[in-house]
């Protein structure tokens, strides 16, 4: 392990003081950068949550501090590990800062202070003997609250069908958190709304609330009329040489977004929907790579009388109207509907 992972990994057993009632965008203050905080409890093996990989997404941060608070006189249920991420980008909002590892692309192998971090992090609770995990975000764009995972699993399943019958499974990207701990023990990533909004906050403190005091996950299979599930086909992302904009009387951009595009997120759009003007003369088209890192754009998408239009019916996820985020991550998800498997 370099000496700059081990710098930049802060590792704690104990709340620092004034963390519970810290702004996020204030962290910095208390913590030197990412932070590792160990918490005893009645039953030994932790509940892992993460927040703040994204600097502009405070709920898991603040989730966490509601539900701490709950147990200031009391001694938690459950062990729990709390990492916090990004506090450099949660100081200025940002997702992450330019220049630097988005926090929840470096849980894979790789080079670098920030792989060998999560490397180390994933190591220390392999030998914890970790219950669960769980990672935290906001969405920048108008989506329902819910849960993904990363193996069609009924303990994963029912992880995730605590916070919400709408269950995402994806296997891309690479590096995420949640894929990486599931190695380890049942594992999802929970997505609570856009920033800002009170109910995201509580309904992710009681969820978490509820798994620090569960017992174990049973295995006992789903009954299938208590899940909707969708599994993502493709990363849909803007190529970098196109240009783009969300105003409709700009018309030097290659594509031109409509206003409410993320309107569209969890509804199923028929073909030929509208997704963009084309600038004339144009007939660029979007990224969409699949999990075998194929593009599949033109299956998707094609230009029609200067308009970049549906080819097939799909299921968009995570459409926003944040064209930095657009830039460092993507545009949305694909995704279709899939039954509970007979057999898991």
Known sequence: MSSDSKKLLQVRESIPDGLLDCDVADLHNLLEGPTLIHLRGRRPEPLFISVLLHGNEPVGMQAVQALLKRYVAK?????????????????????????????????????????EMTSRIVEIMRERNIFASIDVHNNTGLNPHYACINRLDNQFLRLAMNYSRTVVYFTKPEGVQSKAFATLCPSTTIECGQPGQAHGVEHAAEYLDAVLNMAGLTDRPVNK????????????????SVSFSFDSDDEDVDLCFSKDLDHMNFSELPIGTVIAKVKNGSDVLLHAMDANGEDRASEYFDVQDGKLCTKQTILPSMLTLNEKVIRQDCLCYLMESISVPERL
């Open 75 to 115: 001694q938690l249920p459950r062990a729990l590990s709390i990492f916090i991420g990004n506090v450099s980008a949660a100081r200025i909002g940002m997702r992450r800062l330019d220049g630097q590892a988005d926090y929840n692309r470096v849980w894979s192998e790789g080079t670098g202070a920030e792989h």
């Open 225 to 240: 009329q208590d899940i909707d599930i969708v599994q993502t086909l493709a990363i849909v992302k803007v190529p970098h």
